[in-house]
């Protein structure tokens, strides 16, 4: 009985933390892919429930279909002192079951900026939540690029752009 309890209390336990949601940090400098466990602090590809932070300077390339619960390209809280990329390869997509903020330049000389680019294909990013792009410099600071193909950005919440500046879409 003693057994059977412990069991109980395990397969409990397992159970909860699985589905448990962390904050997952890319860890890669230069270009690299979201389906390498090298691409993550940890060694873990990100799942359904967690928040996934593209660090600056990395240049990220989503080559497979995936759920997130949050996303943020190029913390405030990191100086830009790189160009940082989310790039959407293929016909592959990306479920952010809450908000997506991209940040643009924060301190950094020169133009460096935040980008989310689709390639020339089909690759679509919905976005459940909102969508708030927190611009601070120049124009160019945060951006969108979409590719030569059928992109698609699918926004079912609301779409917030803080700017200090002038800001062109």
Not at 1 to 25: E, K, M, P
Not at 76 to 103: Q, Y
């Amino acid at each position: 009985v003693f057994s059977q309890y412990v069991l109980c209390l395990l397969i409990a336990f397992l159970a909860f933390t699985s589905s448990y949601a962390t904050v997952i940090r890319s860890d890669s400098s230069g270009t690299t892919n979201w389906d390498l466990t090298t691409t993550w602090l940890g060694g873990v590809i990100p799942g359904n429930n967690d928040t996934v932070i593209v660090s600056v300077g990395h240049d990220l390339r989503l080559n497979i279909t995936d759920t997130v619960a949050r996303l943020v390209i190029s913390p405030a809280d990191e100086l830009n002192f790189a160009d940082t990329r989310f790039l959407i390869l293929g016909a592959n997509k990306l479920l952010v079951t809450g908000n997506l903020v991209l940040n643009g330049n924060y301190g950094a000389p020169g133009n460096q900026a935040a980008k989310i680019q689709w390639g020339n294909d089909i690759g679509e990013l919905r976005v459940q939540g909102n969508f708030i792009i927190n611009n601070t410099n120049t124009a160019d600071d945060a951006q969108l690029l979409f590719g030569t193909g059928a992109s698609v950005l699918i926004l079912e919440g609301a779409l917030t752009i803080n700017t200090l500046s002038n800001w062109a879409p």
